[in-house]
């Protein structure tokens, strides 16, 4: 079956830095664009950034342009997220989506 694994969420003091990770298994990875979409609490999933299947081409939020980098990898079925000069208002849970395909999600909290 189809799952998408997030991982590399915690704890970072505004102006750091993570990366984010999807492990993905039971489909074609190749085939599909990847996107992170984040919740914060009391609002609704937003879309943060995307990247096409062959990684050619990406699109980022207005809040994260810039300091955010989505990339992927083919070979390994793994997309991730760098994310660095990180701000309280980036506090969410990051999930990774394939189609109608979504991971558990992973929490993220900047906080000094």
């Known amino acids: 079956q189809v799952q998408l694994v997030e991982s590399g969420g915690g704890l970072v003091q505004p102006g750091g830095s993570l990366r984010l990770s999807c492990a993905a298994s039971?489909?074609?990875?190749?085939?599909?664009?990847m996107s992170w979409f984040r919740q914060a609490p009391g609002k609704e999933r937003e879309l943060v950034a995307s990247?096409?299947?062959?990684?050619?081409?990406?699109t980022y939020a207005d809040s994260v342009k810039g300091r955010f980098t989505i990339s992927r990898d083919n070979a390994k079925n793994t997309v991730s997220l760098q994310m660095n000069s990180l701000k309280p208002e980036d506090t969410a849970v990051y999930y990774c989506?394939?189609?109608?395909?979504w991971g558990q999600g992973t929490q993220v909290t900047v906080s000094s």
């Open positions: 989506k394939a189609f109608a395909w």
């Open positions: 039971g489909f074609t990875f190749s085939n599909y664009p």
């Open positions: 990247i096409t299947s062959t990684g050619g081409a990406t």
